[in-house]
């Protein structure tokens, strides 16, 4: 919890900087913004797995979680003085069902050099 609690106010500490700073960053931010706000659909939907889950109470139901973080995201956007898309109704990738951009190809290649170069390592 202490790492999450760091990145998350080390990353709106940049969207602040970056959306109220100079205005080419502003700018870079407002075409930022679009192109990864469709992958935020995952975040505060549920599928039928988590569903379950909620309903169990193991896991905090998704509507609160996506309260919470619409209110977080909203109030870092106000500080960086950026607006808040509308929340996106639908995204053809969805992680859950295994359909990822082709960047996970790449980040996974780089992640996986270690073991596969060294497999008796250990660490």
Partial sequence: ???VTYH???SGEWVE???DGTEESHARMLAAIPE???FTVELTSADDSEQRLCEAS???ATAEVAAAWQKTVSETFARATLPVPPAPSYFYLDARKG???EHLGILLAEMQFLP???PDATW
């Fill in 116 to 118: 596969r170069a060294y």
């Fill in 1 to 3: 919890m202490k790492e």
């Fill in 58 to 60: 193991i896991i905090p």
């Fill in 99 to 101: 359909l990822h951009s």
């Fill in 17 to 19: 900087r970056l959306g």
């Fill in 36 to 38: 990864v706000w469709r």
């Fill in 8 to 10: 998350l106010r080390r």
